[in-house]
């Protein structure tokens, strides 16, 4: 027994469709790309960025820095200019000698070239006041004061803190020298400084822009101030700027100041007991970076409109040069595979890459007209030879027929006569199945009986088909039909159909989805 296995089961035609591309996403891409291209641009104006604003805010520093040292050098040229004053005056014979009325009419004298100076007093050992430049004598002890007590303890210079004029009700900052004798202390040459004259010389000296100055005493009293000297000269630091007063060494911070504005602020601490003075300097830092922010600005507009620029361009590029031609392309193919062959792109190759793309297209679908064409030729022709193959096969078998009769019909029994014509005809009617040009689905008992009927007599039991129905597809009933045709070929000249003996079987059965 032969057997013959074939899949039905997982057996599938179609045509494999022609999918077309998104074109958002096509766009999308080509968005990416843009953005891609533009990172370059952002990552050079965030560097630019960076780079300028540390550039110009180690500038910032370095001004509000050299700002508070020039202030410093004028606070010490003052500071020197009193020093003279006071040694000059104490060097005057009428005040070394303590002569009230002649010391009086001599500080009154210098004084009076000065501007600065509000009082310029003599005062006893004990705060008595023993002469002095105005031309009303005064009649006050000022032992109490803070820097009369200091020069008591010290043969040097005595710089006070902010003071209000007992008499004058000034704003004074006091110098104060003693005249010593040895170890004793003979009188003390006091000159008070007009904090008003010191506040309009630092506004003569101008600020940065949007900058300003502060002068504090050791106290962290303010002394003079720009701007808006009104409102804060005479009060006292706040807390939070009271440690820079005692800082190890000149610096730059950045904190926001007593108006509410954030400054960067350039320090010279109190550096006892030669300058018992806080200086700063500060500059808005918006006023600071105002050129910078602007170059920012315009640099984020230009490259916002870079940006929009390349977003556009590579739109309009996308859809004119990228999707509309990838779309015709398409829409060609699809035509094509619906049945209009004379579809065509119509592209050149000199359409850059997708007219290259388009050319070659049109190209192969000329070439598969052409052997479309040729196939078709080729399968007129076959049929041609087909239905001659055909006809001249049914001659002969009606040419064996004629003969048969002609020879045989009155010396053979007529069963026998008969039966012998019989599968002559079966014959004839395999190779009608074998030759025909449109297969249908079949059963399989009816191909198996069809493909086998020519090779035994009909009710002699030779030949047993058995097997559950199964319809067959029409590709697989001519490929069975040979292959039964030349295993039966093969039964008769070698095998069990050689003699009246021998019997075929036929079967099959479904396992795992084939057919066996």
């Known amino acids: 027994m032969r057997m013959l296995r074939c899949d039905v089961c997982h057996s599938s035609f179609g045509l494999a469709e022609i999918g077309r591309p998104s074109g958002e996403l096509m766009k999308r891409r080509l968005l ?182 502060s002068i504090v005493d050791k106290n962290g009293i303010i002394l003079a101030r720009a701007p808006s000297p009104e409102k804060y000269v005479g009060t006292k630091l706040p807390e939070k700027f009271l440690y820079l007063l005692h800082a190890d060494r000149p610096g730059t911070t950045t904190l926001d100041n007593q108006d509410g504005v954030r400054r960067i602020i350039g320090y010279e601490p109190l550096e006892l007991p030669s300058k018992p003075f806080y200086v700063a300097a500060s500059i808005s830092e918006a006023q600071a970076l105002s050129s910078t922010n602007r170059a920012t600005i315009v640099s984020i507009i230009a490259i916002s409109l870079g940006v929009v620029v390349a977003f556009l361009a590579a739109n309009f590029v996308g859809n004119r040069f990228i999707l509309k031609p990838i779309d015709q392309v398409v829409q060609v193919l699809e035509r094509w595979s619906a049945g209009d062959t004379a579809a065509r792109t119509h592209m050149v190759a000199t359409q850059a890459e997708i007219g290259q793309v388009g050319a070659s297209i049109d190209h192969l679908l000329n070439e598969l007209d052409r052997q479309k064409a040729a196939a078709q030729e080729a399968e007129a022709a076959r049929l041609l030879l087909t239905r001659e193959l055909s006809h001249r096969v049914k001659n002969t078998l009606s040419i064996i027929q004629v003969m048969l009769r002609q020879t045989f019909k009155k010396i053979v029994p007529p069963e026998t006569f008969e039966g012998a014509i019989h599968r002559i005809q079966a014959l004839s009617g395999a190779y009608d199945v074998l030759l025909a040009e449109n297969w249908k689905r079949s059963d399989m008992h009816d191909v198996v009986d069809t493909a086998l009927k020519p090779h035994h007599s009909e009710g002699d039991g030779r030949i047993k088909a058995s097997g559950p129905e199964v319809q067959m597809p029409a590709q697989a009933v001519i490929g069975l039909s040979l292959v039964l045709h ?30 066996v």
């Open 32 to 213: 990416a790309v843009a953005a891609v291209a533009m990172l370059p641009a952002l990552a050079m104006l965030g560097y630019n960025e960076f780079s300028v604003r540390y550039q110009r805010s180690v500038e910032t520093n370095a001004q509000v820095s050299i700002a508070a040292r020039q202030v410093g050098s004028e606070l010490d040229r003052i500071i020197e200019g009193a020093r003279t004053l006071l040694i000059t005056a104490s060097s005057i014979p009428s005040v070394a000698n303590l002569e009230p009325e002649r010391c009086r009419r001599a500080l009154g004298q210098i004084a009076a070239q000065l501007d600065q100076y509000r009082t310029i007093l003599v005062l006893d050992p004990q705060g008595n006041v023993i002469c002095d430049s105005r031309p009303t004598p005064l009649v006050v002890n000022l032992g109490d004061r803070p820097y009369f007590r200091e020069v008591m303890r010290t043969k040097g210079l005595v710089i006070g803190e902010f003071t209000v004029g007992r008499l004058s009700h000034d704003n004074v900052l006091p110098f104060a020298l003693g005249m010593w004798q040895g170890d004793t202390l003979r009188a003390v040459v006091v000159a008070g400084l007009r904090l008003d004259w010191l506040q309009k010389r630092i506004e003569e000296r101008g600020t940065l822009p949007g900058g300003g100055v």
């Open 486 to 515: 030349e295993l039966a070929t093969n039964a008769v000249k070698y095998g069990a159909l050689r003699d009246n003996e021998g019997q075929v079987n036929v079967s099959w059965r479904i396992e795992a989805a084939e057919l």
